[in-house]
């Protein structure tokens, strides 16, 4: 059910980044009149996007989110990052005043199959590799939301596609609405953003809502191998297909190999499963492995879904998504060889910004580590990586604003170094590490303390670690 946009109403956006100027554009050419507070200065905004703004017509608030702009609205409409507890969405509350996410905007109004996707991690290769397999077969795909396009954008010039293929955050699933993908796929489930939705419970339970529309024939393909998704709900008539190391998946992960079974009838002869090789791939990994076999599944469901077949095919076919592995090249700072320096591997995990991703970076790492962690806690628990940590790491190089409090946790258990710079603390890391070592950047945090983002964070990590591997055949040609 789509919400309707009645022209005239006033709706407020709160927050100017990429999702809040998409919102602008959508609505206003839905016919309404549009507002937008942001509580950051106006010359924090690209020069360019605030004369777009000026030219538009729309009324503009900085630095604050006043009563009088924001409460004087029919609807209001956060961005992703704009939590929903601040003061001024309260008293909007109190007012009656309908809070609507892009999600809910974009309710009803596609008209082509949609394959959403969340998790706490792994969503953006996923979401990706779906992208890349299904274009590969001549399906014109839109890729967006809480990556690269923002999600409402697919709607200035929807023609041109045939299938539309989302990543979605727990900012974005909480004021879902009616949103309602034919494929919603959750990978899996690890505390997250608990300084936001203050409770583990309450981060999964955004995470759920994109189930919680589905209708019979829909599709849900949730991560086998987690026990929090076990108890998922999914609605009459949504078929179930999950993915991972038992038996029971229907994308099995058997060493280098995913297992596929689609047939889902026992009364009729089922065929032997596909199977697909990442053996020579770089998806040949732990947690890719799984990111495969997860993306695999959607892929293979999606042709009987689709309004108009691929072109000059009715089917995606096995050999076809093959090559689509084969060729296909996961996101960066995401387990990112960097160097090979005197025997120790450099690892780029930049991306690795919650205890679950570190947790998988660790289980997935065969040889002894020497781990670059830390960072802006989001109130998790790190508690259950102590065994791990005495198990797989030989030394552990703390950066950033949790430093003090992993430094307490964990020592007697590992050596520990605390680093006040990402250049001191890869000194201090090839300063222990031996041949046979990985030094692995996965900080468990988010990067906000020390950098512009986990991207800046990887770039830089990944600088230090050229430039030592520079110095390094320096002194080795000068002796």
């Known amino acids: 059910m789509s919400i309707p946009l009645t022209p005239g109403k006033r709706g407020v956006v709160l927050g100017c980044g990429a999702a809040g100027l998409s919102v602008v554009r959508f609505l206003l050419a839905h016919g309404q009149e549009v507002a937008l507070s942001d509580r950051g200065p106006a010359e924090a905004l690209d020069p360019g996007q605030l004369e777009a703004l000026e030219q538009l017509g729309v009324a503009l608030e900085w630095g604050e989110h006043s009563r009088g702009f924001v409460l004087e609205s029919d609807y209001i409409v956060p961005s992703p990052g704009v939590p929903l507890d601040i003061p001024i969405l309260q008293a909007a509350a109190a007012r009656n005043i309908p809070l609507l996410g892009e999600l809910a905007l974009a309710a009803g109004r596609f008209q082509l199959p949609v394959i959403a996707i969340t998790g706490s991690n792994g969503k953006t290769t996923v979401t990706e590799l779906v992208g890349e397999l299904l274009a590969a077969q001549g399906i014109r795909t839109f890729v967006g939301g ?50 936001r939705h203050h409770s583990l419970e309450a981060y999964m339970g955004a995470k759920l809502k994109l189930l919680a529309k ?54 009729r002869s089922v065929p032997p499963p596909e199977r697909y090789r990442l053996e020579q791939t770089s998806l040949a990994t732990a947690v890719n492995r799984l990111n495969a076999a997860a993306a695999l599944l959607a892929v293979r469901l999606l042709p009987p879904l689709l309004r108009t077949p691929a072109a000059g095919a009715t089917d995606i076919g096995p050999e076809a998504v093959q090559l689509g592995l084969a060729g ?124 512009q983002g986990y991207g800046h964070r990887g770039e830089v990590f990944s600088r230090c670690v050229l430039q030592l591997k520079q110095e390094t055949e320096t002194a080795k040609e000068g002796r």
């Open 146 to 195: 809480n990556i690269g396009t923002p999600l409402l954008d697919f709607f200035v010039d929807p023609g041109g596609y045939q299938a539309v293929v989302l990543e979605l955050s727990s900012f974005q699933l909480e004021l879902a609405g009616d949103f309602r993908p034919e494929i919603a796929m959750i990978l899996n489930i690890s505390p997250d953003h608990l300084d």
């Open 214 to 267: 589905q209708q019979p024939g829909d599709i849900a393909i949730l991560g086998g191998d987690d026990s929090r998704l076990d108890q998922a709900g999914t609605a009459p008539g949504v078929a179930l297909y999950r993915f991972g190391h038992g038996a029971t998946s229907e994308a099995r992960v058997c060493g280098d190999i995913i297992e596929l079974t689609l047939e889902r009838d026992a009364a």
């Open 328 to 451: 296909f090249q996961p996101p960066p700072h995401r387990m990112a060889e960097v160097a090979m320096i005197d025997g120790v591997r450099y690892i780029n995990d930049s991306k690795a910004t919650n205890v679950g991703a570190l947790q998988a970076a660790l289980a997935g790492s065969e040889q002894p580590l020497i781990l670059i962690a830390g960072g802006r806690d989001k109130d998790s628990d790190f508690r259950p990586l102590a065994e791990l940590l005495a198990s797989r790491v030989r030394h552990l190089v703390l950066i950033g604003e949790a430093a003090a409090k992993l430094a307490a946790l964990f020592r007697g258990r590992l050596a520990i170094s605390q680093a006040s710079s990402m250049e001191e603390a890869v000194a201090l890391a090839s300063g222990v590490a031996a041949p046979g070592d990985c030094v692995l950047l996965a900080p468990g945090c988010a990067s906000f303390d020390m950098f």
